[in-house]
């Protein structure tokens, strides 16, 4: 078995060519624990591609940041620390500048939806693939957060007044939508943030449903609020792009397919779970909230100039800013009324 960027990056195509007949590892990074619903997920995406390719490609994942940490995963997948890997958009504003379209505050609470959207534009459009090939990456696909909610301990917000004053993790537009608001950001990673709670290091955190149950946060959050805002949607897979091109045609095929699928996996699980971890809040007894349509309309107001601020870095870096968050409000808009005329993929109506 071959781990392709540790053994055949030096000597390029010949060393493909001559793997291509012989089956080959690929050998993936990942942040997060194994346990949860995203590590199901990958797991999923692994099997399918051991599936499409009857053994031939398998991935061997490093789980809990073994590789390398959230923060240091596209400089590692790049220069082939590993194939392949988690990315955290969010962490590389100028890097993944392309798939921090799916960070911005846009309304739409709907995982599906989002990932669908995201994976669609990171596939077809042209200018993201060249960003990326210049980075030395190719994009496999998509999972999301899910809607950003908060999670307090001593402290419970019932409307975006309650914030001021609260030392609050937040990532992205969204936590500066919080300081926007009066609250003090704190710069910690997701993984950081049950201790930081624990401790009294941070009152509140971003967090999305799936997370209560996959970081335990139950144990920590005294109150729950669901702002049904946007979602942190740069999260996915990236492909070193040296380990990707020497993989024979039919075994690129089959890791893209894989990586399509992957969103409408992910949503059906997602959907599950998101439900599963808030009602073990309500199980538990810690009062979970939600903000009211005004509260919401007052984020979507408050996100508008970082989807400016984002545009116009978008355009400094040489894409079509505003294009590219069109089309993105496009696909949104796309598979919501798919949503809503046919259902989720998996069966399911919306709600």
Known sequence: MKHLTATCAAIGLFCGAFNAAHAMTLIYGEAGPNRGVRAEATQWFI???AERTDGQLTIDINWGGALFSEKAAVQSIRDGVADMGSVI???FPQDMITYGLADLPIPNPDPWVGMKATDRIMRENEQIRENLAR???????????SAVQVGCKGATIETLDDVRGLRIRGVGAYGRVFNDLGATPV???VYEAY???ETGLIDCTQTYPYLVEALRFNEVFDSYTALDYGQIGALGIMMNKDSFDMLPPEQQEALMAAGEGLADEFGRILNDANARSVQVLKDQGTPTL???DEDRARLAEAGEKYIDEWIQRANSAGLDGQGLVDRYRELVAEYTALRDSEGYPWGEQAN
């Not at 980075?135 to 957060?145: E, F, I, R």
Request: proline share 0%; aromatic share 12%; charged share 10%.
């Open 290 to 292: 939600a903000i009211s």
């Open 187 to 189: 710069d910690m990673s």
């Open 89 to 91: 958009g969010v962490y």
């Open 47 to 49: 099997d399918q591609v």
């Open 135 to 145: 980075q030395n990456l190719v994009y496999v696909g998509t999972y999301t957060t």
């Open 195 to 197: 201790q930081g709670l």
